[in-house]
């Protein structure tokens, strides 16, 4: 098996501004890496810190070296150009996640993939923003960049043109006096547009716009902020994390199915797995801008002092993250603790599959309040890695009448669904073979989401709201402190050294997935066992078939499509009580297991290439009913942890639950506090 992965491990290069301070692109790179330990690549990062030659001296060093399959490049644009002429002349494919367009049009060829989205968006969006905020004028400043020079020209355009609807604007070519009363926007590269923010001052009172995401190297404590004054920022949809995470998890999916494809074959096979809608530029289905809050990120001691905070959320998976994000949204102060181990979180490596109807009722109400809150909406779910491609759930006859009902309840919701008889099954996907199936639901708004994805936008959310990110700690014990608090004795691994560091909170929400029972010992409820489980999947050729998202309720059977030319398939492994471990492609047995579960229902696997594939763990509880609020032997924790193989589409819901569990605690533990208890 090591043999295996060995010998399918492609080399990446990682090339971008890591390491530069305070510069978040760096952090979302090695953060996207870090989302996808399941895939066989090796990321290696080569820093640099801006500048033209130090840029070109990389990209020879990576052309030289002969063995890396691709690029994934977060260069600075007026360092970008030469180097991407010595990547071109190789024919090494490159991903610019976050690279602005340099010139209209000329910017597409078959070996650059540039996932940002056009500037004319961002020119309707600073638009609105105006409108938004009652503005009615409009000065544009840029920093005498070329970027920044042409993105002010676009948004003078765009706002200011006969037949806008926007706001009138002006290029200025200095800060507007202190009687300006509209908006100001600022145009260029980070380091320009941070220079202008620096000189001026008279701008209390006003709405600024940044444009681009361009404030980013300069936040931090000594970013300047004109005082008083409205700061918000346009940026991709979804935020420069979640397109950063997309981009490594395309690349890691295409090169896990195809470990030798290079070149403009590769740059295909990452538009399939980015999606139909890819444009030429490689633009994501989440393409577009949003003006919103401004980004910070706080500095951390590198060794945690101790620290308090008002929720202490363990555990940074799906389930921890949105959780976070919606404590501190609700104005909490938050902190997330995780251990980052590779292949620790059952959510890097999920299959995704997302819906809004089960059969269980308990499942199925959240099931539907996470459809309705994200899922199922289309201006938010495509940044978090959602692609719809309708759901079949297959039924035998015991089912039926149970699930035209809850069919019923999810049409009451604006759910779309139906149910779907065994001929309308067989006509409309001729691949599915229907023994022993009664019928089937359909719900056509339905599909699955990548991991790496979900991930990086919810973390995305998370810091936007204010929430503090504690990785690489691993919390030892949760115990009660001497006036009730919450406490985490943590360890932290950096860099090889070991330190000890405590957090402590006036609530816990503990999220740890399958190390929550551990983690909680004695006080996991009793009467709620429960043991992880082991789930495999194989991705298959698929041979240009499509099929929905598949879930058998009577053999077991999963499925969905994966990327344009895949098939992801699982089957019931009976492996129980695993610890948790690294993920590993399924060996020749375990492959073999699949195909004779899979292949009566969908007899094309039998012997359809397996490309990839991927192991995992969940916490499974019996009766599967998760563990979803308070403990009663920690008054100060509320427990989110037992999904059961199905906690990816319940994670919105999952999060919302225990986000309110936590603030009504709050509230309690203030009430209590005021009245001397
Ligand atoms: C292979 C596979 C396929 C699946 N397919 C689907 C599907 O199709 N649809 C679906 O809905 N669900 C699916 N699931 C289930 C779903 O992915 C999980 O239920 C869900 O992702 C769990 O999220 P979580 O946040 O609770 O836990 P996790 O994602 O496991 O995250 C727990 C986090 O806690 C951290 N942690 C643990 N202990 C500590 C500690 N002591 N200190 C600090 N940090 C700690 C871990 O490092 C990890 O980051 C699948 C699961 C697997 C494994």
Redesign the pocket.
Known sequence: MDSMRSDRQAKVAVVGLVGVPADPRGQWFTEAAATVPHLPVHWEVFAHRGGTDDAVAVAEEVVADGGFAAVVAGLREEDGEAALRVYRKAGLPVLLPLAAVPGDGKETDDTVLRMYPPDSGQAAAVARACRDHGVRRLAVLHDGSERGRRLAGRLSRRTGGAESTGPVAEEHQEWPGGDWSGAVALCGTPSGVAGLLRRDPSVAGQLVILTDDCVLPATGPDDPRPEGSTVVVARPAGGGAARTAAAFAALGSALAKHPHQRGAALIGSVRGELGESTGPRGETPYDGWQVGPRRLFPRLPAAPTEQHFEVAV???????RATAAELAEAGASVVL?????PG???????????RAFELDEGERSLACEAYLALWGRPELAPAYGFRRTGALVLLGPADLEPAADSVGQLRELGIPAETVTVAGLNSRWPDLRTDGIAGAVWEPGAG?AR?AVALAALLDRARLAGVRVLSR????SLTTGPEGAAVLE?SVVRDGDRTRGRVTADVAVV?????TPA?LGERWPAGQPAASKL???GIFEAGGRRLPTIVDAVTGV?A?PDGEDGLLA?YPFDEWNVPVAPSTVPDDQQVRWMRDGVSPRLPFLADARLLTG?????LFVEGGRPVLGRLSGLPHTVV??G?S???????PAAARRAAAEAVQLLAEQRKQRKQGL
């Open positions: 363990i555990g940074g998976g799906l389930v921890g603790v995780d251990d980052g181990t620790s979180s059952a959510s890097t490596v999920s299959g995704g599959l997302i699955y991991g700690h691993h919390v030892d943590c999220a740890a997935g399958c190390a983690l789930i495999r999947y999963w969905r699982g991927s192991s995992g763990t969940d989110a942890a999904w193989g199905a906690g990816f589409k319940t994670s």
